[in-house]
């Protein structure tokens, strides 16, 4: 199959990019946009470090081909802060030790963020069930908790 | 003390939580190509041919075999057995063979396929029974990497003097240590300016090593620079010296930077795990439950190849009787061959196994003796001025018996114990279980290791006013560049934001040692501590710097010092403390420098319509000297507790001809956030003497304990005591299915 024009907006910012039509969303993100904030940690839409929003709703970047988001609105960790003032999820993260070696966090911050859009003020179940389509291998997932459960007292 | 003990933000924060850290795969190079590595499917065989289909442009790939290796094809590290790349040999699936190279990666996958190996097969050995009767040699003259012997006492006297005696046996399975992040490397190799290699790793000087030996270079002709890495585990140790080899051969062989990414499935497929093993007890107690005599067959399976395994086995060994006084142990201790890919190291490093049977054990024995689980370890637990099973006399204020009794405490565990005792009975499917375990770890080193490593650490001022560490010791998530900082900051009394870590690049940074066993905040953290205690000295004596100052005259001062004399640089060398000593030869003496001490207690439900146990709540108690950074430590134990969780009941390694079949995450069940109950993590501190502000280490001590009480606590709500993990609702069933027919 030939490359074709991807048009659509990223972090804000309208692109056209030429690529082969099934090139995975997340090679799209990483090889040509150099948006290497999100990871890769299986390839088959079982850890979640992959996640980005598409149109707004939290998918797994490493499950969708390039041409489904033609003419569509991509946000990535790095469109996250604005400028230098973190979201206040980020921030969390930051002070509650919710990242330690940080391959997950970038995943994992878009999906506590996608969780506070739906329900600013989550019970801990509803964290642990919300945040469990992305795994970390470091935190035993506690310090991840207190940093959503802080965030949505800010 | 103003940065010891405080929840300082740690150094890389910022750049992990937007997305700008660049690991491994983040990084490329204009011209790159990428590596892929073909291995073999066979378990044991001879390689006769190497087929390259029809529909691939050959002449297009850079191609690597046994052949165009310029030194030595072994991976330097232990022995010299394993070869970078099979020499007609194969030992084991998933053996390397072949490394292609191709700028266009999908055309390489597809190269891949297309290449098959014809091996003669020869028959192979697949677990510990088969490897000890010896079905056949598949390695030295016996089948044995390593044995060793540990004796105490006369345990041949005990077994008549015995009022009871106790048998058992326990199994623990291979586990995955299931960083987020797969291995990589990048290379450039030529024989100009030699071999570097950037890389996601623990040991950047193992890596270094191994190089030397691979490319026959000498030492400054090899650089390795470690990247930001996402998580490690143990599983980023040795393995990598392996990857930073095949991507630097494809890279020496074709003239461009290669860069060699392993996918998941490949991670898991290829890469070590945890060493799975087979241990035999035989108890004899007192009718009051003293604990007479321990005699423990230890056996862990190593693989196809000895890697770490002799150091693995070691640390097992030396834990097997666990913190109790015991005056007779033997214990034989055996690492042996099989044909699966090497196992190797992971966090606890042989400890998890030998502690998870004895604990299991010592449950068995209190069943018999009508002893509480608790009691029958408070009349056993080891005091301060008895001796270890290795006769190391302990000198630490050892508080086993506090720690149990707080960890009663904290976890309810006599309310809820009778709680559910009678919840049980009324409910015919849900049935709730609390148990626990106590344990140690000994930090650093075993033995002569670390006198032998003679650590080196640096430090120096830069031009900004600063203070820049030196060290290969490596941040893998673990907190080594936050609680680094926050020593030096302490002994030097300035700002935490003074604080600057080098990148670990073997050709800026002196060989801090390997960053595994616990030992990076104990042993390398003094370093640092003694190293910041040179610069003021220096910077004193210059008379740059007052008796007292503030955060900016130090950084004047250091400036001042520059300005005249161009460089502020010390290094500073492990010393072993004098009081420290030990013997190879009979393996006796002061195993460790310093243990951390635990209880721990956990609270399981399980489901008999599924046979799925869950943890509901954990409250991990432990002793660990003085703790450096709250929220970190805490963090380092949540996530061990997790994955001894896994360890326990998830994470089964599924074999066939000796190659892990669920090679995917989504058949190698790890715990996700809706699997882990409320972890509760609680610290005693009694200052260690010889570590950086009294700490020691705790990275690997959680591993030890969280499968043996979530066993103990799955006796405790269905009387079943299973003896081996992981506990999968598969293994659950099969339990109880055969304890109703027997009963
Ligand atoms: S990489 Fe996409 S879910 Fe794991
Ligand atoms: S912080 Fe390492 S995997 Fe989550």
């Known amino acids: ?154 | 003390m103003r940065w010891i003990g405080k929840d300082v933000p740690r150094k890389e924060g910022k750049d992990k939580v937007t997305g700008a850290s660049r690991y491994i795969d983040d990084i490329t190079f204009p011209d790159m190509l990428y590596g892929v590595t073909v291995r073999s499917e066979t378990s044991r065989g001879i390689l006769q041919r190497t087929v390259f289909e029809e529909g691939i442009p050959w002449e297009e790939f850079t191609q690597v075999t046994c052949k165009d290796i310029p030194g030595n094809n072994y991976v330097a590290l232990i022995e010299t057995d394993q070869p970078y790349l099979a020499d007609g040999k194969i030992n084991h699936p998933l053996e390397a063979v072949l490394l292609l190279a191709h700028p266009d990666k999908y055309l390489l996958q597809e190269a891949r396929r297309k290449v098959s190996l014809e091996v003669d097969p020869l028959p192979p050995v697949y677990d510990i029974e088969e490897s000890l009767n010896q079905k056949e040699i598949v390695w030295g003259k016996d089948n044995v990497f390593k044995e060793y012997l540990l004796e105490k006492g006369d345990i041949d006297q005990v077994w008549e003097k015995a009022d009871h005696i106790i048998e058992g046996e326990y199994k623990t399975g291979a586990q995955e240590q299931l960083y987020i992040e797969t291995n990589g490397i990048v290379a450039v190799a030529n024989p100009e300016e030699g071999v570097t290699v950037w890389g996601s790793l623990q040991c950047p000087y193992y890596v270094h090593k191994a190089l030397m030996a691979l490319f026959d270079l000498p030492a400054d002709k090899i650089r390795v620079i470690q990247t930001t890495t996402g998580g490690g585990f143990g599983g980023k140790e040795e393995y990598p010296s392996m990857i930073a080899g095949h991507a630097a051969l494809l890279a020496w062989k074709s003239g461009k930077p290669v860069k060699l990414i392993y996918d998941r499935l490949e991670d898991l497929a290829a890469t070590t795990k945890r060493h799975p093993s087979l241990t035999r007890h035989k108890m004899a107690l007192s009718s009051e439950g003293k604990i007479l005599g321990m005699e423990i067959d230890f056996v862990l399976d190593g693989g196809a190849y000895a890697t770490l395994s002799s150091v693995v086995l070691s640390r097992g060994t030396i834990h097997a009787a666990g913190p109790y006084l015991c005056e007779n142990v033997r214990v034989r201790a055996r690492v042996v061959a099989t044909n699966t890919p090497p196992h190797g190291a992971f966090r606890g490093f042989g400890a998890p196994q030998s502690i998870f049977a004895l604990e299991r054990h010592l449950d068995k024995a209190a069943l018999q003796l009508n002893l509480s689980k608790e009691e029958l370890r408070r009349r056993n637990f080891i005091q301060e001025g008895q001796l270890t099973a290795t006769g190391q006399v302990i000198n630490e204020k050892v508080s086993l018996a506090d720690l149990m009794t707080k960890a009663m405490e904290k976890s309810d565990f006599q309310k809820k114990k009778e709680q559910f005792h009678s919840e049980n009975k009324k409910n015919k499917y849900i049935k709730r279980g609390i148990g626990l375990s106590s344990f140690f770890h000994g930090a650093g080193f075993t033995g002569s290791g670390e006198a032998y490593l003679e650590s080196m650490l640096g430090m120096e001022a830069t031009k900004e006013g600063k203070i820049r560490i030196l060290s290969a010791s490596t941040e893998i998530g673990q907190g080594t560049n936050t609680i680094f900082s926050q020593i030096a900051a302490e002994a030097l009394g300035i700002e935490y934001d003074l604080i600057e870590i080098s990148v670990p690049d073997t050709a800026l940074v002196p060989n801090s040692g390997p960053t595994v066993a616990s030992r990076t905040c104990m042993i390398v953290g003094k370093l640092v501590e003694s190293a910041a205690i040179q610069v003021k000295e220096i910077l004193r004596q210059s008379g740059f710097l007052a008796s007292t100052y503030s955060s900016s005259e130090f950084s004047k001062a250091c400036q001042s010092y520059l300005d005249k004399f161009s460089q502020l640089r010390v290094f500073s060398k492990y010393k072993q403390p004098t009081n420290i000593k030990w013997d190879d030869q009979t393996y006796r003496g002061d195993a460790y420098g310093a243990y951390a001490w635990a209880v721990y207690v956990a609270e399981i439900k399980i489901d008999l319509r599924t046979y799925e146990t869950t943890v509901e709540d954990f409250v991990a108690l432990q002793e660990v000297g003085k703790v450096i950074h709250p929220t970190l430590a805490a963090g380092q134990i949540e996530g061990g507790v997790a994955q001894g969780i896994g360890y326990g009941l998830y994470e089964k390694v599924v074999w066939d001809k000796g190659q892990m079949i669920n090679n995917q995450m989504t058949n190698y069940i790890m715990p996700t956030s809706a699997d882990i109950g409320k972890i509760r993590v609680f610290f005693e501190e009694a200052p260690y003497a010889h570590g950086p502000a009294g700490a020691k280490g705790i990275g690997e001590l959680p591993l030890d304990g969280v499968a043996p009480a979530i066993s103990s606590a799955i006796e405790n709500a269905i009387g079943l005591d299973i003896p081996e993990i992981p506990v999968t609702p598969e293994t659950l069933h099969e339990y109880w299915v055969s304890r109703k027919v027997n009963s």
């Open chain 1, 1 to 154: 199959m030939k490359k074709v024009d991807i048009f659509f907006t990223i972090n804000g910012v309208k692109k056209t990019v030429s690529a082969h039509p099934m090139k995975r969303l997340l090679d799209l993100l990483r090889e040509e946009l150099e948006l290497t904030g999100t990871k890769e940690g299986c390839g088959e839409g079982e850890c979640g470090a992959c996640s980005v929003f598409v149109e707004g709703k939290l998918v797994n970047s490493c499950l969708i081909p390039s041409l489904q988001v033609q003419g569509c609105e991509v946000k990535t960790i790095e469109g996250v802060a604005d400028g230098e003032q973190l979201h206040r999820v980020q921030e969390s993260f930051l002070k509650e030790g919710g990242a330690q070696c940080g391959i997950c966090t970038p995943g994992m911050i878009m999906a506590a963020i996608a969780l506070l859009e739906e329900n600013s003020e989550p019970s801990y179940e509803e964290i642990q069930e919300g945040l469990a389509g992305n795994l970390c291998r470091c935190t035993g997932y506690t310090k991840i908790f207190t940093s959503v459960v802080k965030a949505c007292q800010k």
